[in-house]
């Protein structure tokens, strides 16, 4: 109950495309949604991020779409370039008595291609 | 300013030797934690600190794995008895008090042989 599931495994995107990458949870009690960018390397660095009671975030060519009745949200990467060519990962965190952690999605790699 | 900072950026044990991984987190963040990060994969939680206390540390594998940030800034996370499993990507994190948004270090690779 846990789990975040994140699909697809791996993207291929033109560059000027747009690129979507979806996680769902089960976990109802989870109450902060960030998507965090990871070079080679590197260690992860967040993007944006979103809390349940919003249904769309937006800052720059990347957007949140998040569904609570579904139990899913998604990250669209507009008008991608291959700077964009990395491994994504959306997490869920889960507070309890006063802690809280990161539940993190296995990763989507992307390859936008110039 | 300067961000998380992690110490040796690879370090390379014989099975059965003991490893201690620095996190220097980012001056004045309350919380700090520890993943691991197998290839291909998420992070993994491992610990969490809040200030020097350990919160939680359900996410420690096995007793082999030891954490402790005694003075409520650096963070030491201690393997003893390295097994060819515990080969990994380990990544500290830090983050203000009472803010979700976590500032990642920039791992260290360990590889036990």
């Known amino acids: 109950q846990q789990q975040v599931k994140q699909s697809p495994q791996s993207l291929i995107v033109q560059k000027g495309g747009i690129s979507i990458i979806n996680c769902a949870y089960e976990?109802?009690?989870?109450?902060?949604f960030p998507w965090y960018q990871q070079f080679p390397g590197k260690g992860p660095a967040l993007l944006i991020a979103i809390r349940p009671d919003v249904s769309e975030k937006k800052e720059g060519r990347f957007t949140i779409s998040f569904n609570k009745s579904a139990k899913q949200f998604s990250l669209h990467i507009m008008d991608s370039q291959p700077g964009d060519s990395a491994t994504y990962f959306c997490a869920a965190t889960l507070t309890t008595s006063g802690t809280y952690k990161y539940i993190f999605g296995t990763g989507t790699r992307l390859k936008v291609l110039a | 300013g300067a961000g998380v900072s992690q110490s040796p950026r690879y370090k390379v044990a014989k099975r059965g030797q003991d490893v201690a991984l620095r996190c220097d987190p980012i001056s004045g963040h309350v919380s700090l934690f520890w993943y691991q990060q197998a290839l291909g994969q998420g992070p993994e939680f491992l610990t969490y600190?809040?200030?020097?206390?350990?919160?939680?540390k359900s996410g420690l594998p096995s007793d082999r794995f030891f954490a402790e940030r005694p003075e409520g800034s650096v963070s030491t996370l201690k393997i003893q008895r390295t097994q060819q499993e515990d080969s990994a990507v380990y990544l500290c994190?830090?983050?203000?008090?009472?803010?979700?948004?976590?500032?990642f270090g920039p791992g260290t690779r360990l590889t036990v042989t």
């Open positions: 994190a830090s983050s203000p008090d009472r803010v979700y948004e976590q500032y």
């Open positions: 600190f809040q200030n020097e206390a350990q919160l939680d």
């Open positions: 976990n109802t009690a989870f109450d902060y």
